[in-house]
């Protein structure tokens, strides 16, 4: 599987680490596309894949799977592209997606050109549960709380403050570095505008925590995750980077474990 990835920062390293260093998944990353020439040229260099700052360049490669690991405004620039190309697509700012019309249309034109788009549940989980309770209809109320650290959040605080309660739709408008995870709940679930967010800043944390609460038919769900942040970018939990290597270990697996 040739693989090819669109951004030059922390995933976009993590993962060529992973997979060209030490052979973590059933491919390459053979092409990089981004804009900062010498942080893109170095990346080339350390593992041995072409960089690209030509769009249409990097989309003629014969790529398998293309991972955006850029951000939301960076993937409502490429992400049509990628699947009008016939490449199978792996989104990590899911962002980009809160107008859900633009997915659905993404998604006809995957249908349309015989490929996939992946959605990681990056640094969350619980979609499984998501999708299982509202496969009947029945799922009623979704909820999930963010708490991180000044310094992931890029604001200076002295004590716990809520600094966001309302929708995921208004959420990824106001933090779009910081709660993807709010939309790829809201797609799992009960929709941008029903899906609560309430996001803390909390000085005396040093992990990224989501807790997601869920009820509906099928009973109750919490669900609490505290995530090591990474060393290059605090405000990215080492889960989603790992969230999309599992993506692209998976993908042409016969076995599927969960829904
Ligand atoms: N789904 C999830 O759970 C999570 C999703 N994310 C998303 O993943 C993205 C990447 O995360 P990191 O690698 O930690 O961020 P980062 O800030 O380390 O890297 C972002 C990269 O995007 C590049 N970029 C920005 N605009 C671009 C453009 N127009 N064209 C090409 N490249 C462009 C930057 O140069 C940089 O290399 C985040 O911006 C966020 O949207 C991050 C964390 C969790
Ligand atoms: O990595 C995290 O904990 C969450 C995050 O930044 C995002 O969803 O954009």
Redesign the pocket.
């Known amino acids: 599987m040739n693989i090819g990835i669109?951004?030059?920062?922390?995933?976009?390293?993590?993962l060529l680490e992973q997979i060209n260093h030490k052979q973590l998944a059933n491919g390459r990353v053979t092409a990089i596309?981004?804009?900062?020439q010498e942080?893109g040229q170095r990346l080339s260099e350390d593992f041995e894949a072409d960089f690209y700052t030509d769009l249409k360049s990097f989309l003629n490669l014969p790529l398998d799977i293309v991972v955006?690991?850029?951000?939301?405004?960076?993937?409502g620039?490429?992400v049509k592209d990628v699947v009008a190309s016939k490449k199978d697509l792996v989104?990590?700012?899911?962002?980009?997606f809160k107008n859900i019309a633009f997915l659905e249309e993404l998604t006809a034109l995957a249908e349309s050109k015989g490929t996939r788009i992946f959605?990681?549940?990056?640094?969350?989980g619980g979609l499984d549960i998501l999708q299982s309770a509202k496969a009947a209809g029945g799922l009623d109320r979704v909820q999930i709380t963010t708490r991180k650290s000044p310094a992931s959040l890029g604001i200076e605080a002295d004590e716990a403050r809520v600094i966001f309660d309302g929708s995921a739709f208004e959420a990824v408008g106001k933090f779009?570095?910081?709660i993807?995870?709010a939309?790829?709940l809201a797609i799992a679930g009960i929709g941008v505008e029903k899906t609560k967010v309430r996001i803390i800043v909390d000085p005396d944390i040093e992990q990224n925590s989501h807790t997601i609460e869920a009820e509906g038919e099928f009973g109750r769900m919490q669900l609490q995750v505290e995530n090591n942040p990474?060393p290059?970018?605090p405000?990215?939990?080492l889960?989603?980077?790992l969230?999309i290597l599992s993506v692209l270990q998976n993908k042409d697996r016969a076995l599927r474990i969960g829904n």
């Open positions: 669109i951004g030059t920062g922390n995933i976009a390293s993590y596309f981004g804009r900062n942080v955006e690991a850029a951000t939301v405004e960076a993937a620039i490429y989104v990590s700012s899911i962002g980009v959605l990681p549940s990056g640094a969350i779009p570095k910081n993807n995870v939309l790829v990474m290059s970018n405000k990215t939990s889960l989603a980077a969230s």
